[in-house]
């Protein structure tokens, strides 16, 4: 079975500094990744994907994601933090059967201080 | 163009009551997702149609969860004899085609309360 962990529940970054949300995943073939972003009071929205081509992924806002098969990783980063970016964020993997579900992280707040 | 809208954005009904929670994907996508999030929580994947056909209702917690689609567009979940354990925010997704690659788009969700 595939799962994704989302480690650490709160992040809190200064505005300026470096965003780094990880998240680490589980499964017996080749995973395909997804970062959403949840603002208050909005819908999920895709920030990026890992589909098996490029493993640096760049996706909206200015995040990206590196696909690190070695570590089991597909870690979100920002070089430099927006107050905007003060949102929840989940990893999920692709169950890579003919639905397309999604199998979600506990997702990651992220703080951001003035 | 318009996204995923969810109807109504907050329920709050009585133990053992039937609710019914709506959702209107994009228009064109054939592939609709009903998910479940509860607090704390990543959302949990409870059924998925590919057209107007349930292809996969694994996730649905047990018999007093329903959903249809009946023209392939809008879709509804029933919740029969609701407990209070059924409080949560269900989401619900569409996309394109339901390849594993597709993006899934999602809507703002019904937070449900059970009283």
């Known amino acids: 079975a595939q799962s994704v962990t989302q480690l650490g529940s709160h992040v809190s970054v200064s505005e300026g500094a470096l965003v780094l949300l990880r998240c680490n995943y589980s499964s017996s073939v080749p995973p395909y990744l997804f970062w959403y972003v949840q603002y208050p009071n909005q819908g999920l929205q895709l920030l990026l994907k890992y589909t098996s081509a490029a493993t640096l992924v760049k996706g909206i806002n200015g995040f990206e994601a590196e696909f690190k098969k070695s570590e089991t990783s597909f870690h979100l980063t920002k070089p430099s933090a927006h107050m905007s970016d003060a949102a929840e964020y989940f990893c999920?993997?692709?169950?890579?059967?003919?639905?397309?579900?999604?199998?979600f992280g506990q997702g990651t707040t992220l703080q951001v201080k003035p | 163009g318009a996204g995923v809208s969810q109807t109504p954005s907050n329920k709050v009904t009585e133990k053992g009551k039937y609710v019914e929670l709506r959702c209107d994907p994009i228009?064109?996508?054939?592939?609709l997702y009903w998910y479940r999030q509860s607090l704390g929580q990543g959302p949990e994947f409870l059924i998925y149609f590919q057209g107007t056909g349930a292809a996969d209702d694994s996730g649905l917690p047990n018999d007093r969860f329903f959903a249809v689609r009946p023209e392939g567009s809008v879709s509804t979940l029933k919740i029969q004899r609701t407990e209070r354990g059924d409080s949560a925010v269900y989401l619900c997704?569409?996309?394109?085609?339901?390849?594993?690659?597709?993006?899934?788009?999602f809507g703002p969700g019904t937070r449900l309360t059970v009283l």
């Open positions: 999920a993997v692709s169950d890579r059967s003919n639905t397309g579900k999604l199998i």
């Open positions: 997704a569409s996309s394109f085609d339901s390849g594993p690659t597709d993006t899934q788009y």
């Open positions: 228009s064109g996508h054939t592939a």
